[in-house]
């Protein structure tokens, strides 16, 4: 992407420089560029002398993003909350977010009847917010944000660098999911190190820290993939009883998908998970030739085109089944 198309609009911009104190929001499940650019936009407002309180549903389960947890709240304070509905002084800021059900309900309830600016990248979900700032060709929200930093003219520090870079390296897979057109991602990236950033140790706070049973799990989904179509379709799955033997914690998709994309004629990744007696997660990564993000849209879901995810209450199979079925007809038919 280059400058033009990574400008921020007037209405953001606006939105900005109208409140004075912003809570910011991101979504559950939060990962690195969620995190991020909550935590790049929050250090840009206080340095233009606004005040700020991070907020996430959490749960924080990603080892790269645990030690983040104690700067964020679950819920507004009733005091901060009491005074923001006094005036118009408070605005919302919802980071990475393309569903308000992803907030969670205690915070959909507490921002009700504030003004809302949406910061995302998703090229699916909902329309929500008073001012909207959506950017699908961004491969990372904390992109966005640096280029606030860059519109607003405001230094970037390491502190800052650190977790634009985070969430920058979070979302592009430490940079393997760009192409060509990744110019703005790079020329970020430069910036950042200049700042004072590590590339090795986010690398290894991204890939490291890892249990060992966290490795056993990725073995045991590894062993019974299933290959469709030579390959092109692989599909794999976490049993309920997996989950609770070895906990949620422990799951590692990035690692898996990886893994999975690594292998010969890999176009797409389905990965099922057992939640609770009557409801399953769905993950869906494409290379090339699928939109799984209009996939995930039409099962109520949403994400990237090479992304994506929903909820169902359909057993594991039947799921699996339909999602083969699904995939099967796009990559044998047109280019999506």
């Not at 911009?13 to 004075?20: A, C, G, K, P, Q």
């Not at 917010?129 to 491969?139: N, Q, Y």
Request: hydrophobic share 35%; charged share 25%; proline share 4%.
């Amino acid at each position: 992407m280059n400058a033009v198309e990574l400008r921020p609009p007037q209405s953001i911009l606006d939105f900005i420089n109208s409140h004075e104190n912003f809570f910011i929001l991101g979504h559950n499940e939060p990962d690195g560029d969620c995190l991020g650019s909550q935590l790049g936009v929050s250090i840009l407002l206080e340095k233009l002398g606004k005040t700020t309180t991070l907020l996430s549903p959490g749960p924080f389960r990603r080892p790269e993003i645990q030690e983040y947890e104690p700067l964020f709240s679950e819920r507004i304070a009733e005091a901060a909350l009491s005074e923001a509905r006094k005036g118009n002084k408070s605005g919302v800021l919802i980071m990475d977010c393309s569903t308000m059900e992803r907030i969670g309900e205690g915070l959909k309830e507490d921002i009700t009847g504030l003004p809302i600016g949406v910061i995302d990248h998703h090229a699916s979900g909902e329309n929500f917010g008073e001012v909207r700032w959506i950017l699908p060709k961004a491969p990372a929200v904390t992109l966005m944000v640096y280029s606030l930093y860059k519109a607003m003219a405001i230094e970037l520090d390491k502190r800052e660098a650190e977790h634009l870079f985070l969430g920058l390296s979070t979302d592009t897979g430490y940079f393997r999911h760009l192409d060509e057109t990744a110019q703005g991602a790079f020329s970020m990236a430069d910036s950042l190190v200049k700042a004072g950033v590590s590339p090795k140790k986010i690398f290894q706070k991204m890939n490291g820290n890892r249990t060992l049973e966290s490795r056993v799990l990725l073995g045991k989904l590894l062993a019974r993939t299933e290959s469709h179509l030579e390959n092109q379709i692989l599909v794999t799955w976490e049993t309920l009883d997996e989950k609770k033997s070895f906990g949620p914690e422990n799951r590692d998709s990035d690692i898996l998908y990886r893994q999975l994309q690594s292998i010969k004629n890999s176009e797409v990744i389905i990965l099922v998970r057992e939640e609770s007696e009557g409801s399953r997660s769905v993950g869906l990564r494409s290379r090339d030739k699928v939109d799984v993000g209009a996939i995930a849209a039409s099962k109520g879901g949403g994400g990237h085109p090479r992304a994506a995810g929903f909820n169902t209450e359909k057993p594991l199979q039947e799921i699996i089944a339909e999602l083969i079925e699904i995939v099967t007809k796009k990559i044998t038919g047109p280019i999506i």
